[in-house]
């Protein structure tokens, strides 16, 4: 009897210390992010990465001139004799009106891990900045947020898209822009569609 009752205060005791243990213990997860106070000025070691392993791209935060370098996994030069290299698809160059790069304030430019979202943010003469930049698997696209929070109508820009090779840049329509070109064996095409 004794040996039993001794046996169950034993494991009493041992499961309020570990109840005690756990509630004690703190959630705090910290955030998983990579941040900047300045624009990147080389693509390998400091343009941020995004992509959902179709499509790719590096931003590198420029404030009157951003440059968003892109990729898709199937565009390879080659043939089936001879094996190639992966190919970079693009770029996308955003040119913004009325922005003095000497002007800026409170510039922070980061790569969230946890969202898998990149953001760029900035203040020049009163007007907060802000960008967002993410890929979508589901959309197959890249996606670039770009907004004045209660400035509505200071945002201007303009838009390139230029081929990583020599491809042809033609205007679809009023909102779409196509990049259309052939590598080798392999012809492809990218789309720049402005949605308001």
Same mark, same amino acid.
């Given at each position: 009897?004794?040996?039993?009752?001794?046996?169950?205060?034993?494991?009493?005791?041992?499961?309020?210390?570990?109840?005690?243990?756990?509630?004690?213990?703190?959630?705090?997860?910290?955030?998983?992010?990579?941040?900047?106070?300045?624009?990147?000025?080389?693509?390998?070691?400091?343009?941020?990465?995004?992509?959902?392993?179709?499509?790719?791209?590096?931003?590198?935060?420029?404030?009157?001139?951003?440059?968003?370098?892109?990729?898709?996994?199937?565009?390879?030069?080659?043939? !089936?004799?001879?094996? =190639?290299?992966?190919?970079?698809?693009?770029?996308?160059?955003?040119?913004? *009106? #009325?922005?003095?790069? +000497?002007?800026?304030?409170?510039?922070?430019?980061?790569?969230?891990?946890?969202?898998?979202?990149?953001?760029?943010?900035?203040?020049?003469?009163?007007?907060?900045?802000?960008?967002?930049?993410?890929?979508?698997?589901?959309?197959?696209?890249?996606?670039?947020?770009?907004?004045? !929070?209660?400035?509505? =109508?200071?945002?201007?820009?303009?838009?390139?898209?230029?081929?990583?090779? *020599? #491809?042809?840049?033609? +205007?679809?329509?009023?909102?779409?822009?196509?990049?259309?070109?052939?590598?080798?064996?392999?012809?492809?095409?990218?789309?720049?569609?402005?949605?308001?």
């Amino acid at each position: 009897m004794k040996k039993q009752l001794k046996r169950s205060l034993w494991l009493i005791c041992c499961l309020c210390a570990m109840y005690t243990l756990y509630s004690c213990k703190q959630e705090t997860t910290a955030e998983m992010k990579l941040w900047y106070n300045r624009p990147a000025t080389n693509w390998m070691k400091s343009a941020l990465p995004i992509g959902n392993g179709e499509l790719g791209a590096m931003f590198f935060g420029g404030i009157s001139h951003e440059h968003l370098q892109f990729n898709e996994k199937s565009l390879w030069s080659g043939s !089936p004799e001879l094996r =190639g290299a992966y190919q970079s698809f693009g770029d996308v160059f955003l040119d913004f *009106e #009325g922005i003095d790069s +000497c002007e800026v304030e409170n510039y922070y430019r980061e790569l969230s891990l946890d969202e898998a979202i990149g953001r760029v943010t900035f203040d020049c003469q009163g007007v907060t900045y802000e960008r967002e930049y993410f890929a979508s698997y589901p959309d197959c696209m890249i996606v670039a947020r770009l907004i004045t !929070p209660g400035n509505k =109508g200071k945002l201007s820009f303009s838009v390139t898209l230029k081929d990583g090779r *020599e #491809g042809v840049a033609r +205007c679809k329509d009023n909102t779409t822009l196509l990049l259309q070109n052939k590598l080798d064996l392999l012809s492809y095409e990218a789309q720049r569609e402005e949605v308001c």
